[in-house]
């Protein structure tokens, strides 16, 4: 196992029942998830204990705690579960635009990729297929190997084509580009990425939120529409983002966050200042190779890396 020096969370997104193929990538199976959380049990501490002694700067190096991002279905089917019987509690930060069904399609589309091929490579090669044949081709093919060799390098567990298809996603095309991309796609293979029952296989719902603050977990903000690129966006839209976000789950757990979770780690000195705020008192990282330098920026190791 990974040395894991803290104060900081382990950073969990899908999971998936052994033998079973996963629904998202990044996922990891529950029984290796309940082995790895066995092995630093001793380690782990619950979300309020967490709080309170972030909130008295008594946080150690040996402290880790358990962080669950994007309120994804597996994670209360899965996960919360495991953690009853283990006895922890942990932070669950969740993103709120899904709940108005706007700015998810990206989870969409990957419901749609995982469900359909075998593999992800086997995805890409004929996703690639299908953009070489568009009307993108010719700047598609300009593209440089070593631009996406060198593209997010510094997550070891991406594999070429993630890269690829996340450099695509993220920085090539516009959100509006990607988004009809997508769904030109999914059209083409017959998939009806409009259905309504599509949403509870992928999410949880308001309820279950309640629900789990109601048996102790905490409930922190992600941003309202879990925004890559947030960090480029002024000060008055990025607080639109968090309070939104804070407004949102306060409604619907009828307690104030206290915590929160750069969405894809995107954050600049603005975001600290918004969330100090909105009485936030400490942000969590998705990473961990840098030592952290406060309270809002606290690192963590993502479970498929450890």
């Not at 996963?22 to 199976?29: A, D, H, L, R, T």
């Not at 380690?43 to 705690?65: G, H, P, Q, V, Y």
């Not at 709940?99 to 996703?127: A, C, G, Q, T």
Request: aromatic share 16%; with cysteine; proline share 3%.
């Amino acid at each position: 196992m990974k040395k894991i020096v803290g104060p900081a969370g382990i950073m969990v997104h899908g999971i998936h029942k052994d033998n079973h193929k996963p629904q998202s990538q990044g996922s990891i199976s529950l029984n290796k998830l309940e082995k790895i959380i066995k092995k630093l049990k001793k380690r782990i501490i619950d979300a309020d204990k967490w709080i309170e002694k972030s909130l008295n700067n008594k946080l150690k190096k040996n402290d880790l705690c358990l962080t669950l991002d994007d309120n994804l279905r597996s994670q209360m089917k899965y996960a919360i579960p495991l953690l009853k019987k283990l006895k922890i509690k942990a932070f669950f930060f969740i993103y709120t635009s899904v709940y108005e069904k706007k700015n998810y399609e990206f989870e969409i589309f990957r419901y749609f990729y995982n469900l359909k091929y075998p593999s992800f490579k086997n995805f890409f090669n004929d996703f690639y297929k299908f953009l070489i044949n568009s009307k993108y081709k010719k700047k598609i093919i300009k593209i440089n190997d070593n631009k996406i060799s060198n593209y997010l390098s510094k997550y070891e567990f991406y594999s070429k084509e993630d890269r690829y298809f996340r450099y695509l996603r993220d920085e090539f095309f516009s959100p509006s580009q990607f988004k009809d991309i997508c769904n030109t796609f999914m059209k083409k293979k017959n998939f009806d990425y409009q259905n309504k029952k599509i949403f509870k296989k992928i999410w949880i719902t308001k309820k279950e939120i309640k629900k789990i603050t109601n048996i102790g977990h905490h409930v922190g903000l992600h941003s309202h529409d879990h925004n890559k690129n947030i960090f480029k966006m002024s000060f008055k839209k990025q607080m639109y983002q968090y309070k939104k976000n804070f407004n949102y789950i306060k409604k619907i757990t009828g307690i104030s966050p206290l915590s929160a979770s750069y969405p894809f780690n995107s954050h600049n000195k603005d975001s600290k200042l918004i969330l100090k705020k909105l009485n936030i008192s400490h942000v969590f990282l998705a990473r961990h190779k840098i030592p952290a330098r406060n309270s809002f920026e606290i690192n963590r190791y993502d479970i498929k890396e450890i």
